[in-house]
């Protein structure tokens, strides 16, 4: 069932960014803050277990990227939503590596990703509000 997935996805993601999630107003947690990468994962997990039945290729690929272009060739998101998911994810991760070689969290404090955070939510809520 379909709704029962998504409340489930929805659920996990909660309890993951409740429990983990370090992130502040002045600052943003690449990966659990609303539009980071854990949402981004969890929305090609998502998109993954509701369609890989119709859609095998969705099941060839392990990782996001690759999974998140068949999305987008079998017309199941569109090129705008992946781009935004595929250009958001590798500057978080860019950036995550960036901190990390600087012995820092991944704690992003420039405001340059609020445009990208804004457009995942905005996708995560049209594909998992319902």
Same mark, same amino acid.
């Given at each position: 069932?379909?709704?029962?997935?998504? &409340?489930?996805?929805? !659920?996990m993601r909660? +309890?993951?960014?409740?429990? /983990?999630?370090?992130?502040?107003?002045?600052?943003?947690?690449?990966?659990?803050?609303?539009?980071?990468?854990?949402?981004?994962?969890?929305?090609? =997990?998502?998109?993954?277990?509701?369609?890989a039945h =119709?859609?095998?290729?969705? %099941?060839?690929?392990?990782?996001?990227?690759?999974?998140?272009?068949?999305?987008? +060739? &079998?017309?199941?998101? !569109?090129?705008?939503?992946?781009?935004?998911?595929?250009?958001?994810?590798?500057?978080?991760?860019?950036?995550?590596?960036?901190?990390?070689? %600087? =012995?820092? !969290?991944?704690?992003?404090?420039?405001?340059?990703?609020?445009?990208?955070?804004?457009k995942i939510?905005?996708?995560?809520?049209?594909? /998992? %509000?319902?």
């Open positions: 069932d379909l709704e029962k997935l998504k &409340e489930d996805i929805k !659920s909660e +309890k993951m960014r409740k429990h /983990l999630n370090k992130g502040t107003v002045e600052q943003f947690d690449l990966k659990q803050d609303i539009g980071g990468i854990t949402d981004i994962e969890f929305l090609v =997990q998502y998109w993954v277990l509701a369609h =119709q859609y095998p290729k969705l %099941a060839y690929w392990s990782d996001n990227l690759r999974i998140l272009k068949q999305l987008c +060739k &079998e017309g199941l998101i !569109s090129n705008e939503e992946e781009i935004t998911l595929v250009e958001s994810y590798l500057a978080y991760r860019g950036r995550g590596h960036r901190l990390s070689l %600087a =012995q820092q !969290s991944a704690l992003d404090r420039t405001q340059e990703f609020s445009v990208s955070r804004e939510a905005n996708i995560w809520e049209a594909y /998992l %509000a319902g």
